[in-house]
């Protein structure tokens, strides 16, 4: 009985998935990669940089130490694979092939250091060693090899490809889990498993980074990518807590049990989730039904402010007004209303290291696929 009603849940998700082929809501992908190695998504272009020069300079300027590293300015200073992945992207979408190969030394030599090819998620400045936690943190993983291959596909580098194909292989091997039929990505290689928690597995829906899974296709087919985004997929629909349908951060996905909210951690839709939107956009995936309750608690109910929300006192925590948070609402009110993006947000300055990535990374995507609601 379990089997078939995942098997349900699997259809319903690819159904309408398939339909929007015919229909134009799976966005083409513009990223032109040589025959040999295909990847997917939107968002950063192959033949130009999908970010101004001068605020890829001023993300530099405030977050980029010379040694390599980006530096989370909202939490002591440290760095992190999540903040060397984005950079690494960044420099990619800016066509930035010396200030990529500076992120990728420090991210080789002080956070790839484990015997498995992950990185090392935390690198603190003060430290001694300055790896303070030996964990990894999937995110980041799997934007360094999102990096890696777009930078070797870019600028012809074989020796980039062949770290991604490392990585590829580490992330499937180590971080990929089967229930069912459901393939689950672990935020971490430890503690998050059925067997480490008692209410485990434990997913994060926001390291479901879809734009990256067929650059991981590409280099380690020992996994089915395609499994791994409609599991995504599923639990996006079903992980919905709450007055406003939103999911938490952390959930727990025990084996014939709906999702809910994981045990010991706030039950908040929080500074993680605000990346889904970006990450399923990005990914080409703009089906109404995913982005509207993102839709409806930012632009109907918050005025165009994402929010960190208590899932099951309904209570708003922390209104987020960043730029790099707000451009989150403005990018779903562009795809699903063609909702021109408000000036002031079209405009970036640097704030905090995590809003200001989103925001660039928001503002990559526009300038690739939504054109329209930017002012000219």
Sequence with gaps: MMKRTILRRVLAVLAPIVASLSVG????????????????GVGISATAPSI???????????????????VDTGNGDISHSEGQGYGLLLSVAADDPATFAQIWTFTLTQLLIRDDGLAAWKWVPDADPHIADINTATDGDILIVQALLRAANRWNNDTYRQHAIRMAAAIGKTLITQQDNLL????????FSASERPDGPVVNLSYWIYDAFQSLESLDNTVDWAQVRATGLILTREARFGQYNLPTDWISVRPNQQPRPAQGFDPVFGYNSIRIPLYLIQGGIVDTSLLEPFDQAWNQSG??????????????????????????????????????????????QPTSYYGSSLHLLALSVLAENYPRCLST
């Design 25 to 40: 809501l799976l966005l083409p992908s513009p990223w032109a990669a040589p025959a040999h190695a295909q990847t997917g």
């Design 184 to 191: 689950l990505i672990m935020p971490g290689s430890q503690g």
């Design 303 to 348: 005025e165009g402010r994402p929010a960190v929300v208590n899932v099951e006192t309904n209570d708003i925590q922390q209104e987020l007004d960043e730029p790099g948070y707000r451009i989150q609402a403005a990018l779903v009110a562009c795809v699903l209303r063609n909702t021109p993006v408000p000036s002031d947000l079209q405009s970036f």
């Design 52 to 70: 101004s020069a001068a605020d890829w300079r001023a993300y530099r300027e405030a977050f980029l130490k010379p040694d390599g590293r980006i």
